[in-house]
């Protein structure tokens, strides 16, 4: 866990891989409470008896639940303790290159981007590859999705 306290600290960190958060088991439980909460039940994501017949031979996480995990993943890997607010000010680049089958495991490889000033602080980008682990161990090719978190960090 690394912990910055000043504006300086951050912007010295542009560019550094930061760390890599714990693994994370995407149940069929969450995918469900996903579901309810945002009224988006596909069948893909939670008819289980025929997405077991679909293209992927079981349900699927919600793209929509891999992003939402992005502050849980940043939290296992760094801290913001700097003065004054700090305002999540949207998402740039998001893709999501592979599905995430029910009861794969998703943890996020953190990066800092770009720190650019601004005249009322900074704004960071926060760069995130969230990578699928099967239940065997297995590593998947690709990611589960790559986002850019954008930041802003007032004085």
């Not at 008896?49 to 296992?76: D, V, W």
């Not at 290159?97 to 650019?116: I, N």
């Amino acid at each position: 866990m690394r912990t910055f306290t000043t504006l300086d600290e951050v912007a010295d960190a542009a560019g550094q891989e930061i760390g890599t958060s714990e693994w994370l088991t995407v149940d069929q439980e969450r995918i469900g409470q996903f579901a309810d909460a945002t009224h988006d039940h596909q069948w893909i994501h939670v008819d289980v008896e025929r997405a077991a017949q679909g293209p992927f031979g079981g349900t699927i996480a919600h793209g929509f639940l891999t992003l939402s995990l992005l502050p849980h993943f940043a939290a296992e890997v760094f801290r913001l303790e700097t003065p004054g607010a700090r305002l999540n000010y949207g998402l740039d680049k998001v893709r999501f290159p592979a599905p995430v089958p029910v009861d794969s495991r998703l943890r996020s490889h953190v990066r800092f981007g770009e720190v650019t000033d601004l005249p009322s602080g900074k704004q960071l980008v926060v760069n995130h590859t969230v990578e699928i682990g099967a239940s065997d161990g297995r590593v998947h090719d690709k990611p589960a999705c790559v986002a850019a978190h954008v930041v802003l960090l007032l004085p």
